[in-house]
């Protein structure tokens, strides 16, 4: 019998998987339920290490199919939720925003009101074996909308999203919000800065660059390229997540950020002298393929994390820089384009 029975949800994706391969370890006698739809930006590929593991089962399914959401508590008795599923890609959301507006708001409105259905009796009373279940909301600091040249979001910044994407999220999370305080159900809400890392999808900033490195492509560069993000490794945000769900308060919402802001411009010529070292070209550097782009529509300035109350409350700090951190990317996405042939 497993101690707990975690419902993960778009645990095929980047940041599910990632989580998966650290925690399915570190709790062997936990029972890991994987609900994945299998959209573009999952794929079965991530989760290699994991299959073989007795603590993880893999279903195929969407969130916002409400009976099968219902039939996985049921037969499992799923005690927790961890949400990462989610329509993440801004430029798709100003193109198909009904998409994101399904997947993010309906979706997590779904998980939150079958959770209510299988953990409480009544608002704020617990049914007998699931007084200490929990529900950890993966979100974005996107919601908080853009900065200015100085000054970082907390989690005290007012919402203003920028984006369908942005928005869609932004209302996921107060959905999130107000079943805690309308019914008492045990959230917990993590608004991490941009993420990188292995198994990104590669629609996404830096696997771009590095795609269209090796390819001989340009590589796409919007507008001048000054637009600021905080990146956080992907296997720190994992730890950060394992604990704010173990030891974060329920109702509470914590930012996770890595203290590495750099321009897009900075990270595509740092990642082509990085490719130049690690996978030379026959002739010239790397940066005379970047290109500069028409802007995204509402592309928002900066984003920036302070991370303070992850640090002091519960002893999350990031392991890595950005510097080391990227060369390990760049390696994995070499060694997996070059040499699997993928991607």
């Given at each position: 019998?497993?101690?707990k029975?975690?419902?993960?949800?778009?645990?095929?994706?980047?940041?599910?998987?990632?989580f998966l391969?650290?925690?399915?370890?570190?709790?062997?006698?936990?029972l890991?339920v994987?609900?994945d739809k299998?959209?573009?930006?999952?794929?079965?590929?991530?989760?290699?290490?994991?299959?073989?593991l007795?603590?993880h089962?893999?279903?195929?399914g969407d969130?916002?199919?409400?009976?099968?959401?219902?039939?996985?508590?049921?037969?499992?008795?799923?005690?927790?939720?961890?949400?990462?599923?989610?329509?993440?890609?801004?430029?798709?959301?100003?193109?198909?925003?009904?998409t994101?507006?399904q997947t993010?708001i309906f979706?997590?409105?779904?998980?939150?009101?079958?959770?209510?259905?299988?953990?409480?009796?009544n608002?704020?009373?617990f049914?007998?074996?699931?007084?200490?279940?929990?529900f950890?909301?993966?979100?974005?600091?996107?919601?908080?909308?853009?900065?200015?040249?100085?000054?970082?979001?907390?989690?005290n910044?007012?919402?203003?999203?920028?984006?369908?994407?942005?928005?869609?999220k932004a209302?996921?999370?107060l959905?999130?919000?107000?079943?805690?305080h309308?019914?008492?159900?045990?959230v917990?809400?993590?608004?991490?800065?941009?993420?990188?890392?292995?198994?990104?999808?590669?629609e996404?900033?830096?696997?771009?660059?590095?795609r269209k490195?090796?390819?001989?492509e340009?590589?796409?560069?919007?507008?001048?390229?000054?637009n600021?993000?905080?990146?956080?490794?992907v296997?720190?945000?994992?730890?950060?997540?394992?604990?704010?769900?173990?030891?974060?308060?329920?109702g509470?919402?914590?930012?996770?950020?890595?203290?590495?802001?750099r321009?897009?411009?900075?990270?595509?010529?740092?990642?082509?002298a990085l490719?130049?070292?690690?996978?030379?070209?026959?002739?010239g550097?790397?940066?005379?393929q970047?290109a500069?782009v028409?802007?995204?529509?509402?592309?928002?300035?900066?984003?920036?994390?302070?991370a303070?109350?992850?640090?002091?409350?519960?002893g999350?700090?990031a392991?890595?820089?950005?510097?080391?951190?990227?060369?390990?990317?760049?390696?994995?996405?070499?060694?997996?384009?070059i040499?699997?042939?993928?991607?």
């Amino acid at each position: 019998m497993f101690k707990k029975r975690i419902l993960i949800t778009g645990g095929a994706g980047f940041i599910g998987a990632n989580f998966l391969e650290h925690y399915t370890r570190q709790h062997p006698d936990w029972l890991f339920v994987n609900l994945d739809k299998l959209t573009y930006a999952g794929t079965l590929d991530n989760l290699q290490n994991v299959f073989p593991l007795e603590n993880h089962l893999f279903v195929e399914g969407d969130i916002c199919d409400r009976n099968l959401v219902e039939k996985l508590f049921d037969q499992h008795q799923i005690n927790g939720v961890i949400h990462f599923a989610a329509e993440s890609h801004v430029d798709n959301s100003i193109e198909k925003p009904d998409t994101f507006i399904q997947t993010n708001i309906f979706g997590t409105f779904t998980l939150l009101d079958v959770a209510k259905k299988h953990w409480l009796e009544n608002p704020h009373v617990f049914k007998n074996g699931f007084k200490n279940s929990r529900f950890h909301h993966i979100s974005t600091d996107e919601v908080y909308g853009s900065l200015g040249p100085k000054g970082l979001f907390t989690e005290n910044t007012t919402y203003a999203p920028n984006s369908p994407y942005s928005a869609s999220k932004a209302s996921s999370d107060l959905l999130v919000r107000s079943y805690f305080h309308t019914y008492g159900l045990p959230v917990l809400t993590t608004n991490c800065s941009n993420n990188y890392g292995s198994k990104q999808h590669p629609e996404k900033l830096i696997p771009t660059i590095i795609r269209k490195a090796l390819s001989g492509e340009n590589i796409p560069i919007y507008g001048d390229g000054q637009n600021i993000r905080d990146w956080l490794y992907v296997e720190d945000h994992c730890k950060g997540i394992a604990l704010v769900f173990e030891k974060g308060k329920p109702g509470e919402t914590f930012n996770i950020g890595g203290r590495n802001e750099r321009t897009n411009l900075h990270i595509a010529q740092h990642i082509c002298a990085l490719l130049d070292r690690v996978k030379p070209k026959n002739t010239g550097s790397y940066q005379d393929q970047i290109a500069f782009v028409k802007d995204r529509a509402g592309h928002d300035l900066r984003y920036a994390i302070d991370a303070s109350k992850i640090e002091t409350e519960l002893g999350w700090k990031a392991a890595e820089n950005f510097e080391s951190g990227i060369e390990k990317t760049v390696r994995w996405y070499v060694q997996t384009i070059i040499e699997n042939k993928t991607l």
